[in-house]
């Protein structure tokens, strides 16, 4: 039977998708049409929860915290009962019971979306690691279920990986911005090993700072290396769509290198003819 609220929840997370996650976006156009819509609908939840942490306006932090538990419980209320129908829930509990997604990824989506409240830096790569666990990595285990790789498994690891080469790439775009928010999600004892940490919170493109970033560059390209193993357990589609998520997202750092790593003055952007070119490039090789 024909669930027009469905379909409207599954059009609202694309807009959002497209709106916010223009990289994920361009990618799934590799996807078959029938598969695209789930990709959209775990952005929507994940862009849904960044709202409610970051973007509520001049809203006290106990009034975030009160939105983000009333959400969690209405998620897992309607995951429960197998349908929602907020706007953005209904496709995102559709694509949950679909693929047989684990509910517990998105409880260590949430927990890491909770360490925003509290911790607004992070010592070390392993620290920033644990919350990537949850702001990053289950998002790839959750995509394993969507591209249904040859051995889950195995591709684990992998997705795992491109989870925090992606995030990574994030953090070194945005740091003016989580630097107004006053947030640093890059290792401080990176920082200071540069002796960047100052020259960083006052947003100066110093020498120190650039050689903090190329450092932190070299970090992120590192997990880039470790998620090709799982290349191995996707083929078709699936395989172009990483391939072209992982292309485009290697070149906001290749963005950040032409800026000469100043990261405060300008964004780093892959442009729309680039995006195409890639997407269209991972058309071909697909047919």
């Not at 491109?162 to 999600?185: C, H, K, P, W």
């Not at 990176?190 to 450092?215: G, I, M, W």
Request: glycine share 4%.
């Amino acid at each position: 039977m024909f669930d027009l609220k469905l379909e409207r929840s599954y059009k609202k997370c694309k807009d959002l998708n497209k709106r916010f996650g223009k990289t994920y976006y361009y990618s799934a156009l590799l996807l078959p049409h029938e598969i695209r819509p789930h990709v959209h609908a775990l952005y929507g939840f994940c862009r849904y929860v960044d709202d409610i942490v970051d973007d509520l306006g001049a809203v006290a932090i106990q009034e975030r915290v009160r939105a983000l538990d009333s959400f969690e419980v209405r998620f897992k209320q309607d995951l429960k009962a197998g349908a929602s129908q907020d706007e953005v829930l209904a496709a995102v509990i559709d694509t949950v019971v679909k693929f047989d997604i684990d509910p517990l990824l998105f409880e260590r989506f949430m927990r890491s979306m909770r360490m925003d409240f509290t911790t607004s830096c992070y010592q070390t790569l392993d620290e920033l690691m644990q919350y990537m666990d949850g702001s990053a990595a289950v998002i790839g285990e959750m995509m394993l279920r969507i591209l249904c790789p040859s051995d889950v498994e195995a591709a684990t690891d992998s997705a795992r990986n491109l989870g925090f080469a992606f995030q990574m790439t994030n953090f070194i775009r945005d740091v003016s911005e989580d630097l107004d928010r006053n947030r640093i999600y890059l290792p401080i004892v990176d920082l200071e090993r540069f002796d960047a940490l100052e020259d960083f919170k006052n947003k100066r493109s110093t020498p120190p700072v650039k050689e903090a970033l190329r450092y932190q560059i070299s970090v992120a390209r590192s997990f880039y290396r470790r998620s090709i193993d799982g290349d191995a357990y996707l083929d078709g589609s699936a395989l172009h769509c990483i391939r072209a998520a992982r292309q485009l997202y290697g070149k906001i750092l290749d963005k950040v290198e032409l800026l000469d790593y100043d990261v405060f003055s300008s964004r780093a952007q892959v442009n729309a003819i680039e995006k195409a070119w890639v997407v269209g490039i991972g058309s071909l090789r697909g047919k």
